[in-house]
């Protein structure tokens, strides 16, 4: 195995500083020197990782970042012959662009792209116990998450049920200043992103689904900056948009389901396959549930993160793998010798 050369790290805005260190950790550990785009969105992020980089001593050349904007800076740097691999985390969009891009040089690339996640509540579930784990999957990082579970799909015969629980714990969110400790939710990362969100929010009233909870405009009390209200919506089928787009914020959409087989169709009734999370008693049987999930990660009534599991997605939600030896391998050409 030979590393590949000079790899391209371009990371997003919703966890800049950890994407650089992962990334870069992995792409090292293959041998390959690095050239990191960073968000324009998140300049202090970029600020204390690259000044702990430096205090750490590593050998110059060995990694640099480049700032600037992605249509510009990476681009470059999709498009530059002298590096061999590309590894992004970003939008849908962006990401076939880099694809189409770096096609011309015969790039190696890793994309790791959006998501339309469902979170699949089984009817042995405990309804409080599940609602709880649902809306944390549903608002990871203000929902600013491209594997937050924002398809919520229950049984219809205890739809009711479900419908309450969930409403009581959005409703138990609280909207508001990061510096303030009873905050769950923060802002948005800017004016654009807040107002596709009330686009969306508006699109899902528009459309038919039943609000249980939040809606429209700045939560009580905030007349100014980036807040959402914590939105559940309900009566949502897999046509609407709010339940086949990604949106990028707090809003959950709960889909119900008559029996086990039309769960697993509306699961997989996506265009992505980045994450899901499965909900149940018994675990065993919501592990056979989850084994016929087309997403590159099926959680079982945990969120917990594996860094040693690979992690990328099916269809729409890129292509390749990240984290433990799947990712490094990522960086690394095959190369067989043999002897007469």
């Not at 076939?96 to 096609?103: C, F, P, Y």
């Not at 899902?204 to 009390?221: F, I, K, V, Y």
């Not at 049987?285 to 016929?292: F, L, M, N, S, T």
């Amino acid at each position: 195995m030979l590393p590949l050369g000079v790899a391209g790290l371009i990371t997003p805005w919703n966890s800049n500083a950890g994407f650089i260190c992962h990334k870069l950790a992995t792409a090292l550990a293959a041998g390959c020197t690095t050239v990191i785009k960073p968000s324009e969105y998140s300049l202090l992020q970029t600020e204390v990782i690259t000044k702990a980089l430096h205090r750490a001593g590593l050998p110059d050349g060995l990694f640099n970042i480049v700032t600037g904007r992605g249509d510009q800076v990476g681009n470059a740097i999709s498009r530059s012959a002298q590096v061999a691999k590309i590894s992004f985390t970003g939008s849908t969009a962006t990401g076939k662009a880099i694809l189409r891009t770096a096609a011309e040089t015969f790039k190696r690339v890793t994309l790791e792209l959006g998501g339309k996640s469902p979170t699949l509540i089984l009817p042995d579930a405990d309804a409080p116990t599940a609602a709880r784990l649902a809306v944390q999957a549903g608002f990871i990082n203000s929902g600013q998450a491209c594997i937050a579970g924002t398809r919520i799909l229950v049984p219809e015969a205890r739809k009711a049920e479900f419908e309450r629980a969930l409403t009581a714990e959005v409703e138990a969110q609280h909207s508001g200043d990061p510096a303030d400790d009873s905050t769950t939710i923060g802002p948005m990362i800017n004016e654009k992103q807040w107002q596709r969100v009330q686009n969306y929010i508006g699109l899902g009233e528009q459309e038919g689904a039943r609000l249980l909870s939040g809606g429209p405009g700045r939560p009580d009390g905030l007349t100014h900056g980036w807040y959402i209200k914590p939105t559940l919506f309900t009566d949502v089928n897999s046509q609407m948009r709010i339940a086949r787009e990604e949106i990028f914020g707090p809003v959950l959409s709960i889909i119900s389901y008559c029996d086990e087989a039309e769960a697993i169709a509306i699961a997989n009734d996506t265009e992505y396959g980045l994450s899901a999370l499965v909900i149940g008693a018994d675990e065993q049987h919501a592990r056979d549930v989850g084994e016929q999930i087309l997403a590159g990660r099926v959680m079982i009534n945990t969120l917990t993160h594996e860094p040693r599991a690979p992690f990328g997605g099916f269809g729409h939600s890129g292509m390749g793998r990240e984290m433990g030896q799947w990712g490094i391998s990522a960086f690394l050409e095959p190369r067989a010798v043999t002897v007469a």
